[in-house]
């Protein structure tokens, strides 16, 4: 699953990732990640048999879990299929289609905003 | 042979053959060319790309008391307003006045949201006259109530144009689009094989008077466009840079949203993506092979938008076969391409063009002149003063330091040659990095000790060979206060301040004064 992890400044100390890591082996990809001295969060992919338990351990150790469900979104009405956003994906999250449609994969994107920016008729909708 | 009138009563009686461009490039891959000028009677093209060369003349009506508008915005765009009292041409490029919406809203926005029926605040001011004593005026406009909308593209539809790529490692915000550093992305803009002037290379059917679908309805061909070329390097017949150009004109009151669209292309400006589809008559076997064109066969050149100066290095040849692939290859690497102008929509417009023809709604006509197809070559504007490069700069000589050396001689050099900037270069004199007297004070008040820690390691350079101009929009850009001068091997030769190029502009004043 994707979500965002909050940590205030009284955790950013602590290695509860890595601990979460090796209790219950999970898979953890960080996406995207700002933390400072006064707390920060963290757009994280997480998966494996123990993803609840790990997420529950995160959870009481301080860590606020946000599950997103999307991060982004096409608005189909004012998107064009020009695909000036295409080649700027660091994840391939953007395809043409056959029928050149440009397809949003939602599961591959991390939300990293560039083709957001730079859409000519701002069709694309970042969920923060 | 056929002719244009023959084809028209085909159509009326509902017996035309049309097909699309790219269904024509397999037909005559099939079939070849003698046999589908046999076939078909009318290939239908279309683009649907992104045209800053766009726009409208715009008819308000008269006040009372009159008005002769010398300045006009609708929502906040300024039109041209130099025609007579109540006549004003939109640009779709024209940023917005208000600089909060500056981009994001110009010419082209106002144009889609007129063709949208939205209502839109129309602010004009005069100097006043006898006839006209009127000097400011404020209202709210609809396309339904002006007298004439009629849109007038003095340049649509390039034949075949320059593929982008910047070799800089610093993010380009272009017309091209955003373009990735160190050859990270490739941006293209042409439809290819469905491209209306690349199916008519030589322009022998299109003209002055052809009839094509505009945005939703029947355009009509002006002639030439500006910047209209000919003269250019060809294979198969197509030029392999930008050449021909369209001027065209339409009714904006019978246009269809879907088939236009305002767009900003970020950090560069507004701009129109108009959709355009034109037929091309198969009057012969020749003009059935050339509508026969497929996108392998349509070849374009790789340009390094990084270098802004009018004459870009073309980093490559490729074709739109490879470019629609999705990715391309350069220097050994592989690189996303990306499209700006809408294929899909292309193809939707190509199909329309297609569907009105067969239903008889659409009839051709015969170009009064056909467009010219040689002779014509771009002229540049020659600037009576050239631009200084860098090189040509007087240049102080450079003070440079070392990665090791101590903050306190720094700062002793600093003082000494009462300088802010000091480059520091390894033991061969190539750029490491740089420090300025701000950053100096900073490491002592700190009590940093080592250059390494406080210099600035990815450093904003100058190349000898650039103009004064471009370094001073990278000073600008940078918010810096000078730039090392280096070489093509990265060995600094002097260093470029912001009090340089204010003097360099007080000089050049200067003169300009003496020569009136």
């Given at each position: 699953m994707k979500a965002w992890l909050r940590f205030l400044p009284s955790i950013i100390g602590k290695a509860i990732i890595s601990e979460a890591i090796k209790k219950y082996d999970i898979e953890f990809n960080i996406?995207?990640?700002?933390?400072?001295?006064?707390?920060?969060?963290?757009?994280?992919?997480?998966?494996?048999?123990?993803?609840?338990?790990?997420?529950?351990?995160?959870?009481?150790?301080?860590?606020?879990?946000?599950?997103?469900?999307?991060?982004?979104?096409?608005?189909?009405?004012?998107?064009?299929?020009?695909?000036?956003?295409?080649?700027?994906?660091?994840?391939?999250?953007?395809?043409?289609?056959?029928?050149?449609?440009?397809?949003?994969?939602?599961?591959?994107?991390i939300g990293c905003g560039f083709c957001t920016k730079s859409c000519p008729t701002k069709s694309i909708i970042l969920f923060e | 042979m056929k002719t244009i009138n023959e084809i028209n009563q085909k159509i009326k009686d509902g017996d035309a053959v049309v097909v699309t461009a790219s269904e024509m490039t397999e037909i005559v891959a099939e079939s070849g060319p003698k046999e589908a000028a046999r076939e078909v009677d009318v290939v239908t093209t279309g683009t649907f790309g992104a045209m800053c060369s766009s726009g409208a003349f715009l008819n308000f009506g008269h006040s009372d008391p009159p008005i002769k508008m010398a300045r006009t915005y609708l929502n906040g765009v300024e039109l041209y307003s130099g025609l007579a009292a109540v006549d004003a041409y939109i640009g779709a490029a024209q940023p917005n006045k208000d600089p909060e919406l500056g981009l994001d809203y110009g010419g082209a926005h106002v144009i889609e949201d007129l063709i949208k029926g939205k209502e839109i605040e129309l602010v004009a001011e005069a100097y006043g006259t006898d006839c006209y004593p009127l000097k400011h005026v404020e209202t709210l406009i609809t396309l339904d109530k002006l007298n004439q909308a009629i849109m007038v593209n003095p340049r649509n539809c390039y034949q075949n144009y320059a593929v982008a790529v910047n070799s800089t490692d610093e993010t380009l915000y272009t017309y091209m689009g955003t373009l990735l550093p160190n050859y990270g992305n490739v941006t293209y803009s042409s439809a290819g094989e469905l491209s209306p002037l690349i199916n008519d290379p030589y322009f022998q059917t299109i003209g002055f008077g052809t009839r094509v679908f505009l945005c939703g309805t029947e355009g009509y061909i002006v002639g030439e466009g500006t910047q209209h070329s000919t003269d250019v390097e060809r294979k198969h017949g197509v030029p392999t840079t930008s050449a021909g150009t369209l001027?065209?004109?339409?009714?904006?009151?019978?246009?269809?949203?879907?088939?236009?669209?305002?767009?900003?292309?970020?950090?560069?400006?507004?701009?129109?993506?108009?959709?355009?589809?034109?037929?091309?008559?198969?009057?012969?076997?020749?003009?059935?092979?050339?509508?026969?064109?497929?996108?392998?066969?349509?070849?374009?050149?790789?340009?390094?938008?990084?270098?802004?100066?009018?004459?870009?290095?073309?980093?490559?040849?490729?074709?739109?076969?490879?470019?629609?692939?999705?990715?391309?290859?350069?220097?050994?690497?592989?690189?996303?391409?990306?499209?700006?102008?809408?294929?899909?929509?292309?193809?939707?417009?190509?199909?329309?063009?297609?569907?009105?023809?067969?239903?008889?709604?659409?009839?051709?006509?015969?170009?009064?002149?056909?467009?010219?197809?040689?002779?014509?070559?771009?002229?540049?504007?020659?600037?009576?003063?050239?631009?200084?490069?860098?090189?040509?700069?007087?240049?102080?000589?450079?003070?440079?330091?070392?990665?090791?050396?101590?903050?306190?001689?720094?700062?002793?050099?600093?003082?000494?040659?009462?300088?802010?900037?000091?480059?520091?270069?390894?033991?061969?004199?190539?750029?490491?990095?740089?420090?300025?007297?701000?950053?100096?004070?900073?490491?002592?008040?700190?009590?940093?000790?080592?250059?390494?820690d406080v210099m600035t390691r990815k450093v904003i350079i100058a190349r000898e060979d650039e103009p004064v101009e471009v370094v001073a929009r990278r000073i600008d850009k940078y918010d810096i206060s000078g730039l090392p001068i280096v070489d093509s091997n990265n060995k600094v030769k002097g260093i470029i301040t912001a009090e340089d190029i204010s003097r360099l502009v007080g000089k050049k004043m200067d003169r300009g004064g003496e020569s009136i």
């Open positions: 996406l995207r990640a700002h933390i400072t001295p006064r707390g920060g969060k963290m757009l994280a992919e997480i998966s494996g048999p123990e993803e609840r338990e790990s997420i529950k351990f995160m959870e009481e150790q301080g860590i606020e879990v946000n599950p997103i469900i999307k991060v982004v979104k096409k608005d189909k009405d004012k998107c064009i299929d020009c695909g000036a956003c295409i080649s700027l994906c660091p994840v391939k999250a953007i395809t043409m289609e056959k029928d050149w449609t440009v397809e949003i994969d939602d599961q591959i994107c | 001027m065209l004109k339409g009714d904006m009151k019978k246009m269809k949203p879907e088939f236009l669209k305002a767009a900003t292309m970020p950090k560069y400006g507004p701009t129109l993506y108009v959709g355009v589809g034109i037929p091309i008559p198969i009057l012969n076997e020749d003009i059935a092979a050339s509508t026969g064109i497929s996108d392998e066969d349509i070849t374009c050149k790789v340009v390094d938008y990084g270098v802004p100066r009018r004459e870009r290095p073309v980093v490559k040849e490729t074709n739109y076969k490879e470019l629609k692939s999705g990715k391309i290859e350069i220097n050994g690497m592989e690189v996303p391409t990306s499209p700006l102008s809408s294929l899909k929509k292309a193809i939707i417009i190509a199909e329309e063009l297609k569907r009105l023809i067969e239903k008889g709604e659409f009839l051709l006509t015969s170009p009064i002149y056909r467009l010219p197809s040689k002779g014509y070559t771009l002229r540049p504007l020659e600037i009576r003063k050239p631009s200084i490069l860098v090189r040509e700069l007087e240049s102080k000589p450079v003070i440079v330091t070392h990665p090791d050396e101590n903050i306190k001689d720094v700062a002793r050099k600093l003082v000494e040659n009462n300088i802010n900037h000091i480059p520091v270069v390894d033991e061969k004199g190539v750029l490491q990095g740089i420090v300025t007297s701000w950053d100096i004070a900073d490491a002592v008040a700190k009590g940093k000790t080592s250059l390494r």
